[in-house]
């Protein structure tokens, strides 16, 4: 992947250095009847044995299989004192991919009339309170709809590489730039409203398992999304190199929910997925990828084929 003459964001806090400081702010997420919240994690598969984490932990994505009535995080406290830039090579490239998916959403918004409000990313190590709660390295990266921020303990790209297999080499780069494309996916869907829609839908269905079919079609429009930065950023800055789209669908065939599952338990639960199959997230990816437009990535039609 080329990405050295991608711009740095500004908006990536590194909180590496601090021993689990606070952080975020705002108001708790509420986490509800649907049995899932809806601040998202793109990858379940750092949870060895996957899914069924308590939501209070875990934000969005995960099965709720402890509480089924509605409750509210506390909000988050307050983090003293300033975060500061990234200085290493993996903060500058999580700042050169934020930074580029800023530009292609800003382009992307721009054409349809509206304007782009780019997320926040915070790097962090071990554990931080955010203002969707503790933000744990076990989570893998996430979303977090309340302070609208990217949550992201590097450690998880290695792992990401040794115990999954998602991806070798220096192909990892755009596998790992992918995953931090489908959590700014999630930001998109906020900034569109489709994140509350669905919240409300989640809170209106009548079993947990139409909860999680609802997350799915929430986790694969987020692939789509990201595919549609890596066809715009390749259009624009021809960052794309070979191997990169084969290392990205890998990934996302190794956190596939039939693929967790049946590593975690020995079988496969399809009513227990929450981010979709192998396949799905691959052919997902796949439409943003070769279309470049939001409006093939409607995961919510009723005529869409997950």
Not at 68 to 79: D, F, G, I, N, V
Not at 98 to 103: I, P, Y
Not at 273 to 292: A, C, M, N, V, Y
Request: proline share 4%; charged share 20%.
């Amino acid at each position: 992947m080329r990405w050295d003459d991608f711009r740095r964001s500004d908006n990536v806090e590194d909180d590496r250095g601090s021993s689990g400081g606070f952080g975020g702010g705002g108001f708790g997420l509420p986490v509800g009847g649907g049995g899932l919240g809806i601040g998202t994690v793109v990858v379940l598969g750092i949870i060895g044995w996957a899914l069924g984490i308590d939501p209070s932990v875990l934000i969005g994505g995960a099965e709720m299989i402890n509480n089924t009535r509605t409750h509210y995080q506390e909000p988050a406290q307050q983090r003293s004192g300033p975060t500061g830039a990234p200085k290493d090579q993996m903060g500058d490239f999580v700042a050169a991919v934020l930074g580029n998916t800023e530009d292609v959403w800003t382009q992307v918004f721009k054409e349809a009339g509206q304007t782009y409000r780019a997320p926040r990313l915070r790097l962090y190590s071990g554990a931080l309170q955010g203002g969707c709660g503790m933000a744990q390295s076990a989570m893998g990266p996430f979303y977090c709809p309340t302070d609208r921020r990217i949550y992201l303990d590097t450690s998880f790209f290695r792992d990401m590489q040794v115990r999954f297999h998602g991806c070798s080499g220096k192909a990892c780069e755009f596998a790992e730039a992918y995953v931090v494309a489908h959590e700014v996916g999630h930001h998109v869907q906020n900034l569109l409203g489709i994140l509350p829609k669905a919240r409300e839908a989640q809170q209106a269905a009548g079993s947990k398992a139409a909860a999680n079919r609802i997350q799915v079609r929430v986790e694969l429009q987020a692939d789509c999304f990201g595919g549609i930065w890596a066809n715009r950023s390749d259009q624009k800055w021809k960052s794309i190199e070979p191997g990169d789209v084969e290392a990205a669908l890998q990934t996302a065939a190794a956190i596939g929910d039939d693929r967790l599952q049946q590593q975690s338990r020995g079988y496969v639960v399809p009513d227990a997925f929450t981010h979709g199959s192998s396949e799905q997230r691959q052919r997902w990816f796949t439409i943003g990828l070769k279309s470049g437009k939001v409006s093939a990535c409607n995961t919510f039609a009723a005529n869409a084929q997950l």
